[in-house]
C-alpha cells in the first residue's frame, strides 16, 4: 500500500519552462490537494479536488493548472515556470469516513522543483 | 493578518521538559483543529486532532482548544530528543474543504 506517490521528487527548471507534478493516491480517497511549502510560511494550498471532475482554487493559484485526471490522479502544472515558484510541493488526499480517521489528511513524500 | 498564527521559533526545551506549542485562528467559525509534525526533508504527518473545547490526551501529547479565545495548544510531555521537527496547526473552517496551516514552530529538545 504505497498510499499518495508524487513525482518527481527533484526538478531544476529555468524561466520559462513548463512541466508537470504528477500525483497518485490508492486509498480511494474523494478529495486531493496540492500545497506548496516555503521557509516560515507553513504549506499554502494551490488547488484542491474535492471529488473526481471538480477542482477549486486555493489561497495561491495563479500561475497553477491542475486535472483530476481520474478518482486516484490529480497533476499540477506550471505553463510557464518562475523564480517565485521555486517551493517544495505536496499532495495530499482525504477520505471522509465517520469516526476516528476522519478529515485526516494523507501526504506525498514532496517535489522539491527550483526555478533558475 | 494570516488567517492561523504560530511562533516559528524555535523553542528549546532540555529533555524530559514539557514542550508547549501555541497556535491562533481568525476564522471564528472554525470547526476542526490539527497538529502536524515534520521531520526536516519529509512530509507533515498527523499527531493530534481535536474538534471540541478543552483537553484531549494521546500519550504524551496533549492538545488543549479554546474557541472563545481562538486559541489552541500542544503539549508534548517528558519531551525526547526525538521530538525535535517543526510543529505546524492546521485548521478547517466552515467551508469544510479547505485546511489552513500555519507557518509552524520549530521544536528542539537538547539532551
Known amino acids: 500500500n504505497a498510499g499518495v506517490t508524487q513525482t518527481p521528487k527533484f526538478q531544476v527548471l529555468k524561466t520559462g519552462q513548463s512541466m508537470t507534478l504528477q500525483c497518485a493516491q490508492d486509498m480511494n480517497h474523494n478529495s486531493m490537494y496540492w500545497y506548496r511549502q516555503d521557509p516560515g510560511m507553513g504549506l499554502r494550498l494551490i488547488y484542491y479536488s474535492a471529488s473526481e471532475g471538480t477542482t477549486d482554487k486555493g489561497e495561491v493559484p495563479n500561475g497553477y493548472n491542475v486535472s483530476r485526471l481520474n478518482k486516484r490522479e490529480f497533476s499540477l502544472r506550471l505553463e510557464s515556470a518562475a523564480p517565485s515558484q521555486t517551493s517544495v510541493y505536496f499532495c495530499a488526499s482525504r477520505n471522509r469516513p465517520q469516526g476516528a480517521g476522519a478529515n485526516v489528511l494523507t501526504f506525498g513524500a514532496g517535489s522539491r522543483l527550483t526555478v533558475l | 493578518q494570516k488567517e492561523v498564527e504560530q511562533n516559528s521559533g524555535p523553542l528549546s526545551v532540555p529533555e524530559g521538559a514539557i514542550a508547549s506549542l501555541n497556535c491562533t485562528y481568525s476564522?471564528?467559525?472554525?470547526?476542526?483543529f490539527f497538529w502536524y509534525r515534520q521531520y526536516s526533508g519529509k512530509s507533515p504527518e498527523l499527531i493530534m486532532s481535536i474538534y471540541s473545547n478543552g483537553d484531549k490526551e494521546d500519550g504524551r501529547f496533549t492538545a488543549q482548544l479554546n474557541k472563545a479565545s481562538q486559541y489552541v495548544s500542544l503539549l508534548i510531555r517528558d519531551s525526547q530528543p526525538s521530538d525535535s521537527a517543526t510543529y505546524l496547526c492546521?485548521?478547517?473552517?466552515?467551508?469544510?474543504?479547505?485546511?489552513?496551516f500555519g507557518g509552524g514552530t520549530r521544536l528542539m529538545v537538547k539532551p
Open positions: 476564522d471564528r467559525g472554525s470547526q476542526s
Open positions: 492546521a485548521v478547517r473552517g466552515n467551508a469544510g474543504n479547505m485546511l489552513t
